[in-house]
């Protein structure tokens, strides 16, 4: 990397809790989706998301990377107040985190490559073209995708490789925490254990906090460290999934020992 971008590079955050999030209210109209909700994340860990629909898990993950505006709480994301900003000049933490959007959101008029570039664009733009050639060329191999794929647009892409093309851009800046919002939806269930497999692997190699929303059973057990449920406008529980499974809260009990639960986690236990 050229050396005036070496020198903007931010230190590795050592806290314990990268995302901390404390008494946060959103509320749409007279609708109230999160009333006083709490939660920490483990630096280090993959923590799934999960809960009903219309729980506000997506909201969550938006009011945490500053796309959604709570209307009351604190969120602390790497050691800064995100909800303290008072514009975007005052958050200097956007390069530090990678966001993949359940549907990609790749830009259509541009290749893959071009697409991993755009971050790269945005926070260093003192680098030489060739050199976000490479590094974009660099991500997209290391998203599990083939060399050629860089030249691609998602037009020609399968729904699996979109999604890969999503994760390579999300992992352009080398970020410290990893968004991920229903990753495996939409993919077959041999595409979705490799991206579950992928994920695993990209955390444990580079040092990566996931907050991976999901409502796929078999990701959780998995890959998942601990589980956050989102009910009763509320995080109820964050735990592992033996433990959450002792609790006696009715979508808790439907959702891990239902027909599907108890399947994904006979799964798990006889592999």
């Not at 709480?73 to 900003?85: C, F, N, S, Y």
């Not at 925490?177 to 254990?193: C, I």
Request: charged residues 25%.
């Amino acid at each position: 990397m050229d050396e005036a971008a070496l020198d903007v590079i931010p230190e590795l955050y050592q806290g314990e809790h990268p995302i901390v999030v404390e008494g946060l209210v959103n509320q749409f109209g007279d609708f109230r989706i999160h009333d006083e909700l709490d939660l920490k994340v483990n630096r280090g860990e993959i923590l799934g998301v999960v809960g009903g629909s219309g729980t506000g898990k997506s909201v969550l993950m938006r009011s945490i990377i500053g796309l959604q505006t709570p209307r009351a709480g604190r969120i602390e994301v790497l050691g800064t107040d995100v909800t303290a900003a008072e514009d975007d000049e005052d958050i200097d933490i956007r390069s530090r985190w990678g966001v993949l959007f359940q549907s990609g959101a790749l830009f259509s008029t541009l290749t893959v490559g071009e697409n991993v570039e755009v971050p790269l664009k945005q926070f260093y733009p003192e680098l030489r073209p060739e050199l976000r050639k490479q590094i974009a060329r660099y991500k997209v191999l290391l998203s599990g995708l083939p060399e050629e794929a860089t030249s691609k647009y998602p037009s020609e892409l399968s729904g699996g490789m979109k999604k890969r093309a999503g994760l390579a851009r999300a992992l352009a800046l080398d970020p410290q925490l990893l968004f991920l919002d229903e990753p495996t939806a939409g993919l077959d269930p041999v595409g979705a254990a490799k991206f579950d497999r992928l994920t695993r692997e990209l955390a444990d190699t580079l040092g990566l906090t996931v907050f991976l929303i999901t409502h796929d059973l078999d990701t959780l057990h998995a890959i998942c460290d601990r589980v956050a449920v989102l009910a009763d406008k509320k995080v109820i529980a964050v735990d592992s999934i033996p433990n959450l499974i002792a609790l006696d809260h009715p979508w808790i009990q439907e959702y891990f020992n239902g027909p599907r639960g108890r399947a994904a986690a006979g799964g798990y236990e006889k592999s």
